[in-house]
T-cell receptor, first 109, second 116 residues
Framework: QKEVEQNSGPLSVPEGAIASLNCTYS??????FFWYRQYSGKSPELIMS????GDKEDGRFTAQLNKASQYVSLLIRDSQPSDSATYLC?????????FGAGTTVTVRA | DAGVIQSPRHEVTEMGQEVTLRCKPI?????LFWYRQTMMRGLELLIY????????DSGMPEDRFSAKMPNASFSTLKIQPSEPRDSAVYFC??????????????FGPGTRLTVL
């Protein structure tokens, strides 16, 4: 079983809609959770971090964490064409950051 | 503020040649990470340093790979000899002092390596 799993893409959403990305992790002692955005040919860019159960909002992005279910999600509200990218879920456990394979999001105008 | 700096940005070499990738972390960051990204395997951690000391190199694929951090502002990843299966994008990342890994990592632009 992979340490970090993300819902397989690609995910296509119309402009203005909500994009929902999911991530599950295998290690219950994981402490910190991150979402990175990676445009094609570019490096990963940290967009959200979350440490406690519940929701964390930053602009159009909302991260949700449920440690009991070992589940992290990212919602992108009012999706824009500039949100088209691959989103990587990352989990910090035992001094290491493990990444999921990523979900590619395409926002169609 | 300058971000993580990597050089070269692109490297094309022939099988059997030595390849050296370079990284300058963000000033004040005391963790440095080397990653490799391929379509097949995604983003993989190769090795990381804390205060210039290698902490975990369990991700280094084999003895052909080595990494050093002689000071707080410079690190190298060396592949000798290189093989076609080493073709990938290699990222360097750094993380802030103190909170370290808890605050996430900041990535450089990457080096795209092609081994013919």
């Amino acid at each position: 079983q992979k340490e970090v799993e993300q819902n397989s893409g690609p995910l296509s959403v119309p402009e203005g809609a909500i994009a929902s990305l999911n991530c599950t992790y295998s290690d219950r002692v994981s402490q910190s959770f991150f979402w990175y955005r990676q445009y094609s040919g570019k490096s990963p860019e940290l967009i959200m971090s979350i440490y406690s159960n519940g929701d964390k909002e930053d602009g159009r992005f909302t991260a949700q964490l449920n440690k009991a279910s070992q589940y992290v999600s990212l919602l992108i509200r009012d999706s824009q064409p500039s949100d088209s990218a691959t989103y990587l879920c990352a989990v910090y456990t035992d001094y290491k950051l493990s990444f999921g394979a990523g979900t590619t999001v395409t926002v169609r105008a | 503020d300058a971000g993580v700096i990597q050089s070269p940005r692109h490297e094309v070499t022939e099988m059997g040649q030595e390849v050296t990738l370079r990284c300058k972390p963000i000033s004040g960051h005391d963790y440095l990470f080397w990653y490799r990204q391929t379509m097949m395997r995604g983003l993989e951690l190769l090795i990381y340093f804390n205060n210039n000391v290698p902490i975990d190199d369990s991700g280094m694929p084999e003895d052909r790979f080595s990494a050093k951090m002689p000071n707080a502002s410079f690190s190298t990843l060396k592949i000798q000899p290189s093989e076609p299966r080493d073709s990938a994008v290699y990222f360097c990342a750094s993380s802030p002092r103190g909170a370290g890994l808890m605050q996430g990592q900041f990535f450089g632009p990457g080096t795209r390596l092609t081994v013919l």
